[in-house]
């Protein structure tokens, strides 16, 4: 059977539970886990799932395979006209993961390259051990994109500004040790370690109190009890009022088609 029949038959998610911590992994290898919709509710309800067992204190999101973490959303999906996030679950955003919190804290464990809406799950993540092969970067510019999964706003407040401006206008993406200098990731470790490390790092989240853990986690997000933060709405309102307009462009067309041409773009600016 070859990767490309096993992508298509797995499950796009794979949901494991190890002791007081949730296991999340992206699952479509060949596809360098780009997000689809069924990615999306598998994530999604896992979450929800977790959010709802006290038995769960921590929460761990990773990538299949040694080629990426994740590298956004579907492009392909998305050129034949398909969703990537399902009707119903536009609340939860990219995989059902970047807008979906939780009062668990949750540890992005990155195991290769991580761009466009893999950086938007890693922003979107407590904490960060990454390997020394990832990378992360918000490319949507040389597509014709915008960050519609926070990424624009989140790597703002999480970088010194002219850092984030720069990775934001240029498209250019960063390493794994400069993404530790930036203070972006907590800990970088050999592509071999990177899973075993983070859930080491979630176990001693889960060996503490989860009722001061999670209170320490609201309380440094500015995070209600209902999830909501109110120090993003601006962030999500700015993004939603600009996605339209980018995303019927004429270059929002060009910047995919000449991905998958393998072409440099033509920028009509319209």
């Known amino acids: 059977m070859t990767s490309e029949t096993t992508d298509t038959v797995a499950p796009p998610a794979l949901i494991e539970r190890r002791g007081n911590i949730m296991l999340i992994t992206l699952n479509r290898p060949a596809a360098r886990n780009a997000v689809n919709a069924e990615m999306c509710v598998l994530v999604g309800d896992a979450l929800e799932e977790s959010e709802r067992d006290p038995e769960i204190r921590a929460v761990v999101l990773t990538g299949a395979g040694d ?7 579907d492009l392909k999906a998305i050129m034949r006209g398909e969703s990537v996030i399902p009707v119903g ?13 939780i009062s668990k804290p949750t540890i992005a464990a990155v195991n290769g ?8 799950l890693v922003l979107a993540s407590d904490l960060v ?25 989140r790597l703002a407040a999480k970088l010194p500004q002219t850092v984030a401006m720069e990775l934001l206008l240029t498209g250019e993406a960063i390493t794994a040790d400069r993404a530790l200098e930036l203070h972006l990731v907590n800990r970088v ?7 075993d490390t983070a859930l080491e790092l979630a176990e001693r989240i889960a060996a503490n109190a989860p009722l001061a853990v999670q209170a320490h986690k609201r309380i440094a997000l500015g995070q209600a009890e209902d999830g909501a933060r109110p120090d ?11 996605l339209p307009a980018i ?3 004429q270059d929002a067309k060009e910047g995919p088609l000449a991905f998958a041409e393998k072409r ?7």
């Open 129 to 153: 051990v990454a390997a020394d092969t990832a990378t992360f970067g918000l490319p949507e510019v040389t597509r014709g994109l915008i960050a519609g999964a926070g990424g624009a706003f």
């Open 67 to 73: 080629k990426a973490f994740c590298a956004g959303a």
């Open 264 to 270: 440099l773009p033509v920028w009509q600016g319209k």
């Open 247 to 249: 995303a019927y462009s």
């Open 89 to 101: 679950r536009e609340h939860w955003g990219l995989a059902g993961y970047v807008s979906h919190a």
């Open 113 to 120: 390259p991580a761009l466009g809406g893999g950086t938007e």
């Open 189 to 195: 470790v050999s592509a071999d370690k990177v899973l």
């Open 232 to 242: 993003e709405q601006k962030g999500w309102e700015m993004t939603s009022a600009a």
